[in-house]
């Protein structure tokens, strides 16, 4: 369906960084972080001035491509220095269906929250919809603040004698109070004896939140965790209960809401032996040497292990997660295995640890809607009026309480049938090859230019910044002709250069702007008619992009309804429009238009361009 690839150099690896940056889930397939190539060049060795250690390739991975032409115009070029790796990120949905042999394509079982129609030439799993083997859950949750007032405080006693119990155990006393000493609203203090009490202040202009260097928080979900943090310590010291089935693996991984963020993570086997490692995308990882964690206690009670461990707030190395006591909320993964050592698990879920003040008040607040599908949590970023409209349109991507089809329901091994449809076991060996096509580089001289300009990657999303968004579909009885569904985005082009590190890459500043020499929209096949790109200052359209749907007349790349969408391209070479200057703050505008005869979830409409700093 996708891809995404690297090649790297002799003296680079791939490095995952999750940054915060709301951005990140829309570029990873709802993953919170992203790859970095990281350098590790030795002193003596220089690559030529402007020629990276690494390149990313994604271009042209829409919408099942054919023949959609991968490359650039004569002297621009990918540059990389000595590459010696190839690494592919594939999204492969498996649509076989291993019972029919004949001619064409003929779709198996579908779950009935395919949009696809009966005769369709595609199959509706492609769209990953939301099955009845998902669960989807979504509540107004609660967190605390350890500075400053809530954004959003509780209103009555009622909430936030409830908001206490939903953030932590359940309060043994609670009260209701007019204190200038305390925070105002809703308090919840923790005593060492374990007791909880619950505080609603009406006090209007209390003092601010905070205070206290000791804190502990509580979650249970697949485990039960319980973390306390000593800041009077020197170094600060980490308390950590974990407490799982004493006879098969369990592990807690920590400020992470999917594997994909490749944690930190503590597993206790079904012996009780302790382990930390860095956790990979669905795969065990590696195990941390040295060991930071020390084991406290391990006692079995009633089939269940409970372990206590401690350790310093600050990891012994990067993959150590360092803990930060002003962080009042830390989102963790956890899992069950079905074997005694450490394996894929039977179980997992995601959950929050919410962290109060010992013995002193914490503000508790309001902290919005949020949302879980299958215990993974939902993140979801539709960016404003006039980013993007899907907000104005009420796209149902944007909202837990409307999310029917797309990248959360279309996890790791998901299953893309109904809970009372039969699994098909067998399996099929799948093919992928990727052909480079390279030329040497010959660096500038003082009499003549480099032989190769390299291309930086620029881009942005008309879906801006959810990742994906649904195609509508159109009122029963609209002619197909006029069943279509448009979306669109007003950007700058200095919004594209999320990726540019001007400290790594001196060449990543421009002066003047960028010499646009490639664009390549994501348009996804059935429904995709056109993406078009204007310069929104002048009017001047840059690129358009229509799809050419095979026919199934020819034996090989011509499957029917499957696309190809050729970019547009600006260069030097005979019938090339010469390269288009953008400046820094020019204004673009994206327009993106699809078929809505039929819906279809999971739709993409990024831009995917190349150009040189001007």
Known sequence: HHYEAWLLSSWTQLS?????????????????????????????????VGVPLSQFISEGNGGEYRKSYHGYPSGFAQLVFSPSKFQIQPMQIDTHNRDYHGPGFKAGLLPKASQAPPDATYSGLLECPCTTRITKMWNITYATKLNGTCDTAIDTATECFMAVGKIGDKPNYTHTVSDASLPSGCLVFNDNAGNITAV??????????????????????????RVALDASVKGGQVTIQITGPSNVWFGVGFDAVVMADHPYVIVVDG????????????????????????VVSSTVTNDLRTVVLRRAFAGVTPDHYTFDITKSNLPIIDAV??????????????????FTVLDAATCVCNNGLHGWINGLAFNKYCAPEPTTDLVQQKNPTCWIQ?????????????????????????????????????????????????SHLNLHRFYF?????????????????????????????????KDMMIDCDP?????????????????????????????????????????RQVPIIGQGKEPKFDELGYVTIPPCLWGYDSGLLSPVLLGWETNLFSVKRTNNTYGHYGEMASWQMRGVFV
Do not use: M
């Open 16 to 48: 995952f960084v999750n940054s915060g940056d709301f951005r990140d889930t829309a570029y990873n397939h709802g993953a919170q972080g992203h790859y970095h190539a990281v350098s590790a060049l030795p002193l003596d060795i220089e690559p030529p």
């Open 200 to 225: 609603f202040n009406t006090y209007a202009k209390g003092v601010l939140c905070g205070r206290g260097d000791k804190l502990v928080a509580s979650a249970t979900s697949a485990v039960t965790v």
């Open 271 to 294: 012996n009780g032996v302790v382990s930390e490692h860095k956790i990979a995308d669905h795969a065990e990882g590696t195990v941390l040497t040295p060991t930071q964690v020390t």
């Open 337 to 354: 295995g079905s074997t005694v050592d450490f394996a894929y698990h039977q179980l997992k879920a995601t959950a929050t640890l919410v």
């Open 402 to 450: 409307t999310y029917v089809g797309g990248l959360a329901c279309c996890h790791h091994k998901n299953i893309l049938l109904d809970a009372d449809q039969p699994v098909d076991t067998r399996t099929d060996e799948i093919y992928l090859k990727f052909r480079f096509y390279y030329q040497p580089y010959t660096p500038a001289t003082p009499t003549t230019p480099a």
């Open 461 to 493: 999303q008309t879906e801006a910044w959810s990742g994906e968004y649904d195609v509508v579909q159109c009122p029963p009885g609209t002619p197909p002709s006029s069943c279509i569904h448009e979306i669109t985005a007003r950007w700058q082009v």
């Open 503 to 543: 400290k790594k890459d001196p060449t990543c500043v421009p002066n003047k702007g960028i010499n646009l020499i490639y664009a390549g929209g994501h348009c996804h096949a059935p429904a995709c008619l056109s993406i078009e790109l204007y310069d929104a200052d002048t009017g001047n359209l840059l690129c």
